[in-house]
């Protein structure tokens, strides 16, 4: 899972990724980990924001992630 953090009203913002064996909460391998960070914008020095990821498998089977911005 993607996920987004920012800051309201600046472009200071970034993308992680959370990663869980399974989707079944009663399984033992039940256990969301977070990987980190895999983008992310920086106030005063870029003029995109890091917000809103989408994975997206094109029809060759490659990963494309997706973001907004403002």
């Given at each position: 899972?993607?996920?987004?953090?920012?800051?309201?009203?600046?472009?200071?913002?970034a993308i992680g990724l959370?990663?869980?064996?399974?989707?079944?909460?009663?399984?033992?391998?039940?256990?969301?980990?977070?990987?980190?960070?895999?983008?992310?914008?920086?106030?005063?020095?870029?003029?995109?924001?890091?917000?809103?990821?989408?994975?997206i498998v094109d029809e060759?089977?490659?990963?494309?992630?997706?973001?907004?911005s403002f």
């Amino acid at each position: 899972m993607y996920y987004s953090c920012s800051t309201f009203g600046k472009n200071g913002s970034a993308i992680g990724l959370m990663t869980n064996r399974t989707l079944n909460p009663e399984s033992p391998d039940y256990k969301w980990e977070d990987q980190g960070m895999v983008v992310r914008s920086i106030q005063r020095k870029t003029n995109w924001n890091a917000i809103d990821p989408n994975l997206i498998v094109d029809e060759k089977g490659n990963p494309w992630l997706t973001w907004g911005s403002f």
